[in-house]
């Protein structure tokens, strides 16, 4: 099977989708109480295994593989929890205390520079992205309003998401991408 996924074998992925998804799900959801982020593990895990396709016979047991990638995905998905509780912490002190004017001139360039970017995606991506930021849509639902399957609009955030880091990363350095995460949660 593994041969047939590296020669390009939608059939044979399918089937390994099928074999081991439940179980994925499960092992995440065990792991992080959340069936979102469960959900999520279990589509990057196979978004990755996709992309890697050609080198998967070198593998020598794909459970074992699954596992210890669904394992650092939980992991990750714990971190980005922890991060975002950081992120939050961090909007609610500086709400309260009223940065500089400096500051929020800064934050307004950046706001306006994120616009552009957004602007810059794809048709493709910005729908998905503005589906889900704007107007707070799983990516169950946005697929469903797209016509989509959950893999591409999965696809089409990722990408999103890293278009908007690198540029600001590029243009203001790795604090903007701070800045651009609690701008983002701001709007929610």
Do not use: C
Not at 56 to 77: C, F
Not at 79 to 102: F, I, K, P
């Amino acid at each position: 099977m593994l041969l047939q996924i590296a020669d390009g074998s939608e059939v044979a992925f399918r089937q390994l989708f099928d074999t081991y998804q439940q179980r994925l799900f499960t092992y995440v959801y065990k792991v992080t109480r959340s069936r979102e982020l469960a959900d999520d593990a279990v589509q990057e895990i196979f978004l990755k295994i996709w992309s890697m396709r050609r080198k998967l016979p070198e593998i020598g047991n794909m459970q074992a593989y699954l596992r210890r990638m669904a394992h650092n995905r939980a992991l990750k998905a714990f971190q980005a929890v922890a991060r975002e509780g950081l992120v939050e912490d961090g909007l609610a002190r500086q709400t309260s205390a009223h940065e500089a004017a400096d500051d929020g001139l800064l934050s307004k360039e950046i706001q306006l520079y994120i616009n552009r970017l957004i602007d810059q995606l794809t048709p493709s991506q910005r729908r998905v992205f503005l589906l889900s930021r704007e107007e707070g849509l799983r990516q169950q639902e946005i697929a469903e309003r797209l016509g989509l399957n959950v893999v591409t609009v999965k696809r089409h955030m990722v990408d999103a998401l890293k278009a908007i880091r690198d540029g600001l990363a590029q243009n203001y350095g790795a604090q903007a991408v701070v800045l651009y995460i609690i701008f983002r949660l701001s709007d929610h």
